[in-house]
């Protein structure tokens, strides 16, 4: 059974940081390219990061550049999202996302919310 988790979300002011985490199980982790994606009602989901399967090629959205690091243990199969230098714009729910060619698998997300 596939299962992505993600965990670490919550409450931050301005300015703080969180370090998002999704613990992978029921795949091959280590084979999957994966990503972090977020999104607020009643707009589209958007890319925040992505780490190819050895984490050699990493891409980010331009919203989070500068700001948020992913990386991946395979050993562990868990992937992060280090966010720094948060802002109210930031706040949506983050998923999750393992993608093996057509093979697509998303986790149900954890909330960000940026506010004082």
């Known amino acids: 059974q596939v299962q992505l988790v993600e965990s670490g979300g919550g409450l931050v002011q301005p300015g703080g940081s969180l370090r998002l985490s999704c613990a992978a199980s029921?795949?091959?982790?280590?084979?999957?390219?994966m990503s972090w994606y977020r999104q607020t009602p009643g707009k589209e989901r958007e890319l925040v990061a992505r780490i190819s399967s050895n984490g050699g090629n990493i891409n980010y959205g331009d919203s989070v550049k500068g700001r948020c690091t992913i990386s991946r243990d395979n050993a562990e199969n868990t992937v992060y999202l280090q966010m720094n230098s948060l802002e109210p714009e930031d706040t949506a729910r983050y998923y999750c996302n393992a993608k093996f060619f057509a093979i697509d698998y998303w986790g149900k997300g954890t909330l960000v919310t940026v506010s004082s």
């Open positions: 029921g795949f091959t982790f280590s084979r999957y390219g």
